[in-house]
Nanobody
């Protein structure tokens, strides 16, 4: 059974850093494009970053470009999202999701498997 589990969220001060992890079980991540999404209270879910199945292509939302970095460790079957210079507007529940495609996208229609989410709160 395909399963994704996020971890690494928490409370951090503005300007701080967090690293989110997305661990997969039941399948090998290198066959899937992985996306990170977030949803803040009262807002729609938005795509944050994606990494293609090969790892050769990544993409970032303009709001996080230059601050967030997505990476994958196929040996550990885990995707990471390194978040630096965090801002209060980054506060949200962060989800990882898997799509059985080879290109990088965060069109949610392609993502059939989702984790349960991890809360990130940026506040002083």
């Amino acid at each position: 059974q395909l399963q994704l589990v996020e971890s690494g969220g928490g409370l951090v001060q503005p300007g701080g850093s967090l690293r989110l992890s997305c661990a997969a079980s039941g399948f090998t991540l290198d066959s899937y494009t992985i996306g990170w999404f977030r949803q803040a209270p009262g807002k729609e879910r938005e795509g944050v970053s994606c990494i293609s199945s090969s790892g050769g292509s990544t993409n970032y939302a303009d709001s996080v470009k230059g601050r967030f970095t997505i990476s994958r460790d196929n040996a550990k079957n885990t995707i990471y999202l390194q978040m630096n210079s965090l801002k209060p507007e980054d506060t949200a529940v962060y989800y990882c999701a898997a799509a059985p495609i080879v290109w990088c996208t965060w069109s949610s229609a392609y993502f059939g498997s989702w984790g349960q989410g991890t809360q990130v709160t940026v506040s002083s």
